[in-house]
């Protein structure tokens, strides 16, 4: 059974103790598959740091996984 959590602004969350305690809240982006490339490539995001919403975009951040890691694998 999923829990509800209580939508609050993101002020109030930042700034209330007991609401720190709380699960980070989350956002849904759509994002084009190479700005996810570039992130990949300059360190700024990990695929480990996201979930994908559906089977597709899971099977590109798979390949776009596979490919940076080759990719890096090469350069060594």
Known sequence: ?????????VEEWEATPEI???P???VQLDIPLSKLEQLFEQGGLC???FRCMNK???????ALCLNHCKK?????
């Open 20 to 22: 720190k305690n709380q």
């Open 47 to 49: 695929a480990a740091e």
């Open 72 to 76: 890096r694998l090469s350069e060594l």
């Open 56 to 62: 597709q975009s899971k099977l590109l951040i798979q």
């Open 1 to 9: 059974m999923a829990t509800l959590h209580k939508r609050i602004p």
């Open 24 to 26: 980070e809240p989350s």
